[in-house]
């Protein structure tokens, strides 16, 4: 009966489990005549919208800002040089490296010992010729006394000469005595001469000791200006570069010792393109003062100082282009002649023009703006210049249009977008601060105090941006930099 009972029960199972298969079977093939006898419906892909950035447009009156790099020089210098040869016998404890000096100071002393002989020799020659000019002048007194007296003498033998023919005539006198008077008249005449030579000669006396004077004055002069050349001292306030000169030292005649520079009057010199000069120059055609930024960047800490154009160079120079432009500073503290600097120099203002991100404009002149639909337009821009990130353009069409700020591949005329409106134009980023443990803030404070090349007025700067309780990471990462840590 078991074994009957679990037959059934199997035959029971296998039938079921046909009725099932067939029914499935009867299922897939309905569905599949259903979905064959179906008509095709078309299929749909739904349009990609990008979401972009975007600006208003907006026309302004901008002065651009000219970037160039150059080089700070001092437009007073002067090269101190020995006027003498000799030993060194003093030099000026500021006399140094570095060393500030004041005009009229005495900085070296060079021996003196050979040109004071020599003026005292020019002087004692001046003092013979002097004495040579007096004695010539008494001279000329004793031979024109003289010869008055030589003239009053032969003016009574003329007179004695003229009785004797007088009585010769009236028959008292002798023929003798008139030859004898005319003898002593003739001589008489004879000794006027004498006596005029001798006037002439100590006329060419007195001349010759005026010569003897002058020259003598001159040898003095030159004496003396020799012995002042073993002195040498500022012509001006400064400071003191290349000092070569020490105490005891050899020196030799138009030996540089040093070198005077006024911190006083710095200016900076940098190069631009041709392009970049014609934007400076006037109506006249000449280079105008237009306002000069000068940035030194210190670890952070920026020193800057402002100044106005002055010149430009004469020439290009060989092997150079360009034009060499020079800037006078007004007030330049912590710079130093040699320091490399930026120097950012105001152009004149331009009118008309709207200023964009450079990642607007593409390469073919145009820029993107949201149109009907907020799709994409094409829109052409003239460039006028590049300032740093951003750029000046002008167009007709683009007044009160917001235009995309970043252009990509994806993006092009006719695309939807959703545009996203930036607060504002531009934002300001703020500088990232950081704050320091007391052991890495006394690290870095002790690496810039003790650091020699940083100027007082940054190192002062740097100091007090350390004391407080947030510090520039900017700043941070450059003097770690510097530290090797």
Same mark, same amino acid.
């Given at each position: 009966?078991?074994?009957?009972?679990?037959?059934?029960?199997?035959?029971?199972?296998?039938?079921?489990?046909?009725?099932? $298969?067939?029914?499935?079977?009867?299922?897939?093939?309905?569905?599949?005549?259903?979905?064959?006898?179906?008509?095709?419906?078309?299929?749909?892909?739904?349009?990609?919208?990008?979401?972009?950035?975007?600006?208003?447009?907006?026309?302004?009156?901008?002065?651009?800002?000219?970037?160039?790099?150059?080089?700070?020089?001092?437009?007073?210098?002067?090269?101190?040089?020995?006027? &003498?040869?000799?030993?060194?016998?003093?030099?000026?404890?500021?006399?140094?490296?570095?060393?500030?000096?004041?005009?009229?100071?005495?900085?070296?002393?060079?021996?003196?010992?050979?040109?004071?002989?020599?003026?005292?020799?020019?002087?004692?020659?001046?003092?013979?010729?002097?004495?040579?000019?007096?004695?010539?002048?008494?001279?000329?007194?004793?031979?024109?006394?003289?010869?008055?007296?030589?003239?009053?003498?032969?003016?009574?033998?003329?007179? &004695?000469?003229?009785?004797?023919?007088?009585?010769?005539?009236?028959?008292?006198?002798?023929?003798?005595?008139?030859?004898?008077?005319?003898?002593?008249?003739?001589?008489?005449?004879?000794?006027?001469?004498?006596?005029?030579?001798?006037?002439?000669?100590a006329e060419a006396r007195i001349e010759q000791a005026q010569t003897?004077?002058?020259?003598?004055?001159?040898?003095?002069?030159?004496?003396?200006?020799?012995?002042?050349?073993?002195?040498?001292?500022?012509?001006?306030?400064?400071?003191?570069?290349?000092?070569?000169?020490?105490?005891?030292?050899? =020196?030799?005649?138009?030996?540089?010792? &040093?070198?005077?520079?006024?911190?006083?009057? $710095?200016?900076?010199?940098? #190069?631009?393109?041709?392009?970049?000069?014609? *934007?400076? $120059?006037?109506?006249?055609?000449?280079?105008?003062?237009?306002?000069?930024?000068?940035?030194?960047? =210190?670890?952070?800490?920026?020193?800057?100082?402002?100044?106005?154009?002055?010149?430009?160079?004469?020439?290009?120079?060989?092997?150079?282009?360009?034009?060499?432009?020079?800037?006078?500073?007004?007030?330049?503290?912590?710079?130093?002649?040699?320091?490399?600097?930026?120097?950012?120099?105001?152009?004149?203002?331009?009118?008309?023009?709207?200023?964009?991100?450079?990642?607007? $404009?593409?390469?073919?002149?145009?820029?993107?703006?949201?149109?009907?639909?907020?799709?994409?337009?094409?829109?052409?821009?003239?460039?006028?210049? *590049?300032?740093?990130?951003?750029?000046? =353009?002008?167009?007709?069409?683009?007044?009160? #249009?917001?235009?995309?700020?970043?252009?990509?591949?994806?993006?092009?005329?006719?695309?939807?977008?959703?545009?996203?409106?930036?607060?504002?134009?531009?934002?300001?980023?703020?500088?990232?601060?950081?704050?320091?443990?007391?052991?890495?803030?006394?690290?870095?404070?002790?690496? =810039?105090?003790?650091?020699?090349?940083?100027?007082?007025?940054?190192?002062?700067?740097?100091?007090?941006?350390?004391?407080?309780?947030?510090?520039?990471?900017?700043?941070?990462?450059?003097?770690?930099?510097?530290?090797?840590?």
């Open positions: 009966m078991r074994f009957l009972r679990q037959s059934l029960s199997g035959l029971f199972l296998l039938a079921m489990t046909g009725a099932l $298969l067939v029914y499935a079977g009867s299922l897939v093939y309905g569905a599949v005549q259903v979905r064959m006898a179906e008509e095709p419906r078309p299929t749909r892909s739904r349009e990609r919208v990008f979401s972009v950035t975007v600006i208003p447009a907006q026309i302004q009156q901008i002065e651009p800002v000219l970037t160039a790099f150059g080089q700070i020089e001092s437009a007073r210098t002067l090269d101190l040089r020995s006027g &003498a040869s000799g030993t060194i016998l003093e030099i000026s404890d500021n006399f140094v490296e570095g060393g500030i000096v004041r005009a009229g100071e005495r900085l070296v002393l060079i021996d003196p010992a050979e040109a004071q002989s020599a003026l005292d020799r020019a002087s004692s020659d001046l003092s013979d010729a002097n004495l040579e000019a007096r004695e010539a002048a008494r001279a000329i007194g004793l031979a024109r006394d003289e010869l008055t007296a030589a003239r009053e003498q032969a003016a009574l033998r003329v007179k &004695a000469f003229e009785r004797s023919q007088d009585l010769a005539t009236r028959g008292v006198g002798t023929s003798a005595t008139v030859e004898t008077a005319e003898l002593a008249a003739s001589s008489a005449r004879q000794a006027v001469l004498a006596r005029r030579q001798s006037l002439a000669q003897r004077i002058a020259r003598a004055e001159l040898a003095k002069a030159d004496a003396l200006r020799k012995l002042e050349n073993t002195e040498i001292t500022a012509e001006f306030s400064g400071a003191l570069s290349d000092v070569t000169a020490s105490r005891g030292g050899l =020196v030799s005649i138009n030996e540089r010792l &040093a070198r005077l520079i006024d911190p006083q009057a $710095l200016e900076v010199s940098f #190069r631009l393109s041709t392009a970049q000069y014609a *934007r400076l $120059l006037n109506d006249q055609g000449a280079l105008g003062a237009a306002p000069v930024t000068v940035v030194l960047d =210190v670890f952070g800490a920026d020193l800057v100082a402002r100044g106005k154009l002055t010149r430009d160079s004469a020439a290009v120079g060989e092997g150079q282009t360009g034009r060499l432009v020079f800037a006078a500073l007004e007030a330049a503290p912590g710079f130093k002649p040699g320091d490399f600097v930026r120097v950012e120099v105001t152009e004149p203002s331009l009118s008309g023009v709207i200023r964009l991100p450079a990642t607007a $404009l593409g390469a073919d002149g145009n820029v993107l703006v949201i149109g009907m639909e907020d799709r994409l337009e094409t829109v052409p821009a003239t460039l006028v210049r *590049r300032q740093g990130d951003d750029v000046l =353009v002008r167009s007709r069409g683009l007044m009160g #249009r917001n235009v995309v700020t970043a252009r990509t591949p994806l993006l092009g005329a006719g695309i939807k977008v959703n545009p996203l409106t930036a607060e504002g134009a531009r934002e300001i980023e703020e500088p990232q601060m950081l704050e320091l443990s007391a052991e890495r803030r006394a690290k870095i404070r002790a690496f =810039v105090e003790a650091n020699k090349r940083i100027p007082d007025e940054a190192k002062a700067r740097i100091l007090s941006q350390l004391s407080k309780d947030k510090v520039p990471a900017r700043m941070v990462e450059r003097l770690e930099g510097r530290m090797g840590g």
